[in-house]
């Protein structure tokens, strides 16, 4: 997803000089440095020093700039927080921050490192759009419509070379959910680069008679709570998937749903119940580990449903 | 200096302390502390701006990162013609614009919201780059608490800004002493800040922080080549009423019935006035 967004970014730097580009030390593999390249007077590396980085972007919107602050989401999300509360949020600045690596998949250096908790912190912020793609042309939309909107947008991406589940001609809308795959059984929910797993388990389940529809949130904040309150009409049983915590995450945003407008239907979250995640590995392997494989999906979906 | 620009202190000074006791709340020592140092830059001609046009884009830009000293904006913008005394009496009023720190919800003569300190500098470092960027002649000017520099995010926009040459960037520390419960230097130990700045990559000046004449000349200096200035403003938190200078439980309270008749005394305020 890095190389899409960045090269999404250098379309629109190469069509308006306002958009600048600030890492504080991230890199993405290299990336940076094409952009560098590219555009170097619209580039700058504000050092291991987030809380300013976002700060120094909110001053920038202020004179006019339109910023894409690229660094781990961590350090955005957790480190520079009250930055992004305060100064953009608060202010309504024409921010973008990019989040890479979120959710699990810089799995081997640890939680310190994981973002599994930004969704529920950063959807609490008023005037905050959040963007969750899954795949690299969805993170190329998501790009275009942080542009395209006036205001402060955040988008957790991944960086695990995802696989594609969007054709070329895929384009993107505030607060519209995607249908991966029509099922009559079972909705399930699902955000971010897991959605492989997802449809991992839905292909499975398809095998043994059960179809799931596979829906796939892209936009956090707006969220299309009318695909809940219409799909509550044809299912019974909701299931979600995130690489997050399911308090505040996608489960609780979905849980709200149902409780606001009395739903009545049955809500199986399934993410990281209330806990850091657990090993070490490959993004594959710390997925087993935490049971969010495509494997253990199925069979938890299996579980509830048989 | 010149009397007239210390009688309009003076009235300054009555309003902040009428504002803040009929709204009932205000970091009053604060706001004495950089009074002069707000009405230098406003009225004194340093600050580049428009009146009638706060959001004038070729503007110098003034942040107020120690937020508490909002009263004292307020009442320099109200001196400028910026902000009506109108407006102003509504202070912290159910309904008003104008709080105890400064909020850019429907102000558009305040550059930035603060209030939380460690973001006032860091956000004057994104302006400075950015008028940098569009190649204007304009500065974007910084009040700084001494005790705010505590605060991490000072010293990450510190290197940041030596680092980028921002020489259109000055930031004027309000050297008290004080901060919310004790000395500032008795906190947390400070080596000098002269040292802590120039070692960061600054061009470090002095001066008498209520000397207008004074202010108005260091403010003036040209920067150093490609760094941003700091210039540490010698000041006295609660200047002006004996009662609350050097004293740090006056950080955020107003005085009782008894303390009362000293600020009146010393601010030259009238019952009738209080009513």
Known sequence: MNSACIGALMALAEKDTRVLYLTADSGEGGLDKLFRMNFSDRSFNFGIAEQNTVAAAAGLACTGKIPFVFTAAPFIAYRAFEFVRDDICLQDLNVKLIGSGSGISVSSLGPTHHTTEDIAVLRSLPNLMILSPATPKQAEECIKLAYQHTGPVYIRIGMNKEKEFFGDGYKMEPAKNDVIRSGKDAALYVTGSILEEAAEAAERLSEEGIELEVVNVGTIKPFDADSVIQNAGRFKNFFTLEEHNVTGGLAGMIAEVIARNGLGVRLHPVGLEDIFAESYGTLKDMRRANRLDGESVYRRIKEALV | ?275
């Open chain 2, 1 to 275: 200096m010149n009397q007239l620009d210390i009688e309009e202190c003076a009235k300054l000074r009555k309003l902040i302390f009428l504002t803040g006791y009929k709204g009932g709340m205000a970091h009053l020592a604060s706001c004495y502390s950089c009074l002069e140092i707000i009405y230098t830059l406003y009225v004194k001609g340093v600050l580049r701006y428009d009146p009638q046009d706060p959001s004038w884009k070729d503007r110098d830009r003034f942040v107020l990162s120690k937020g508490h000293g909002a009263l004292a904006l307020y009442a320099v913008l109200c001196k400028t013609g910026v902000l009506s005394k109108k407006e102003l009496g509504t202070y912290l009023q159910p309904g008003c614009h104008i709080g105890g720190e400064p909020c850019t919800r429907n102000l558009p003569c305040i550059e930035a919201t603060t209030g939380s300190l460690g973001h006032g500098l860091p956000m004057a470092v994104g302006m400075a780059l950015g008028q940098k960027i569009d190649g204007m002649p304009a500065k974007t000017y910084v009040l700084l608490g001494d005790g705010e520099c505590q605060e991490g995010s000072i010293w990450e926009a510190a290197m940041a800004a030596s680092s980028m040459q921002l020489d259109n960037l000055v930031v004027i520390l309000d050297a008290n002493g004080l901060q919310k419960t004790n000395r500032v230097d008795e906190t947390l130990r400070v080596v000098s800040w002269q040292e802590k700045w120039e070692s960061f990559g600054w061009t470090v000046r002095n001066t008498d922080g209520h000397d207008m004449d004074q202010l108005c000349q260091t403010l003036r200096q040209p920067p150093g080549a490609r760094r941003p200035t700091l210039i540490i403003a010698h000041t006295v938190k609660g200047k002006g009423v004996p009662l609350m200078e050097n004293d740090p439980k006056w950080h955020f309270r107003l005085p009782n019935r008894k303390e009362l008749k000293q600020f009146q005394r010393a601010l030259q305020i009238s019952d009738k006035e209080l009513e």
